[in-house]
């Protein structure tokens, strides 16, 4: 894979960022150590994850993504050569205080983090949702004392609409505190109008990283997902039949198949050369639940789409 700036960090990336989502949940610790070895392997470098990862499957409580990122950096003693992206801000509990981005919320959130990746610093530390109740200069200024104190490197946001980010941007360089330097929005080739209107010009003029969520449509665009056929025994099947199978989700798919008959290669390649061809995103999120997946997902990084076929997958969900 080839290396990407994250914006105005500092730090390069590989061009695909490995989902943690799954570790722990639907990749049980063997596999997600194969999983990540075959990652290191093809040149990743970049995995992101979150304390609540994964706290909706049965038995869990949340921070078992973490824990086993944590548990496979001190294994393979490769800590200082992984960029590791985590957030706060959903619920960790039923308290007031285990949830959002008030100042309190975020000593004992960072501290936790920190334990179960068995570090002392994270590369990139993202509020997970916006907190309407939190006024931005309380949670930037908690934010900007993190970075001061050296337990993390840069910060970032995910789900903020356009309006609220800018807003983010200003008061960071009102009040001379650190700023969102990444925005991580859920966009693929079927979500395209939320991010495409408003928020990619807002992050190319602000010199924004992006890194998208969702990249394969929750696993729609991997083709596994077929009109009159049996939805696949998958935690995440209603949740993309409900969201994806309509007819713009179906027309979208057909373009991406087509286009990857075309190409020799798989449908959810295709949707993530198209992603790595936007000139606004810097590194999409995906996630792999085998090593196959993954040197699927790696190859990817070597197609290169040309206009006709990048307008022949854009007409497909006009």
Same mark, same amino acid.
């Given at each position: ?12 990336v ?6 943690g ?16 070895? @075959? ?7 970049? &995995? /992101?994850? +979150? %304390? ?5 499957? =049965?038995?869990h ?10 548990r ?14 985590t ?38 530390y993202?509020?997970?949702i ?28 995910s ?19 650190a700023?969102? @330097?990444t925005?991580?929005?859920?966009y693929?080739l &079927? /979500?395209? +109008? %939320? ?5 990619? =010009? ?6 924004i990283a ?23 025994s ?12 309509n007819?713009?989700?179906?027309a ?11 190409l020799?290669?798989t449908?959810?390649q295709v ?10 995103i ?7 639940t ?5 040197k ?7 197609i290169r789409?040309?206009a ?11």
């Amino acid at each position: 894979m080839d290396k990407r700036r994250l914006g105005s960090t500092g730090m390069e990336v590989s061009s695909i960022c490995f989902g943690g989502n799954v570790l722990g949940w639907t990749c049980d610790e063997p596999t997600s150590f194969a999983v990540l070895d @075959a990652f290191a392997a093809a040149g990743g470098d970049f &995995v /992101d994850t +979150a %304390d609540v990862y994964s706290r909706w499957a =049965p038995g869990h409580t949340g921070g078992e993504s973490e824990t086993v990122l944590g548990r496979w950096m001190k294994a393979r003693g490769n800590r200082t050569r992984v960029i590791v992206a985590t957030k706060l801000g959903n619920p960790m509990g039923d308290g007031p205080g285990d949830k959002g981005l008030a100042p309190a919320r975020f000593a004992k959130a960072v501290e936790d983090s920190l334990r179960r990746l068995q570090t002392d610093y994270i590369d990139l530390y993202q509020a997970h949702i916006d907190d309407a109740d939190t006024p931005l200069d309380e949670t930037l200024r908690a934010f900007d004392g993190l970075v001061k104190s050296g337990k993390v490197r840069a910060i970032g946001a995910s789900n903020y609409g356009a309006k609220r980010f800018g807003e983010a941007l200003e008061v960071s360089a009102k009040r001379g505190l650190a700023a969102y @330097a990444t925005l991580q929005p859920c966009y693929n080739l &079927v /979500d395209r +109008a %939320d991010y495409e209107a408003e928020l990619e =010009p807002l992050c190319r003029q602000r010199g924004i990283a992006v890194i998208p969520y969702f990249s394969l449509a929750a696993g729609f665009l991997t083709g596994k997902y077929h009109r009159g056929q049996a939805l696949p025994s998958t935690p995440r099947a209603a949740g993309i039949s409900k969201r994806y199978m309509n007819d713009r989700g179906w027309a979208v798919l057909d373009a991406v198949e087509g286009e990857a008959k075309r190409l020799g290669v798989t449908p959810g390649q295709v949707a993530v050369a198209w992603l790595l061809a936007r000139p606004s995103i810097t590194a999409p999120i995906a996630s792999a639940t085998s090593v196959a997946q993954m040197k699927e997902l790696a190859d990817a990084t070597r197609i290169r789409l040309d206009a006709e076929a990048i307008g022949r997958l854009e007409r497909g969900g006009a």
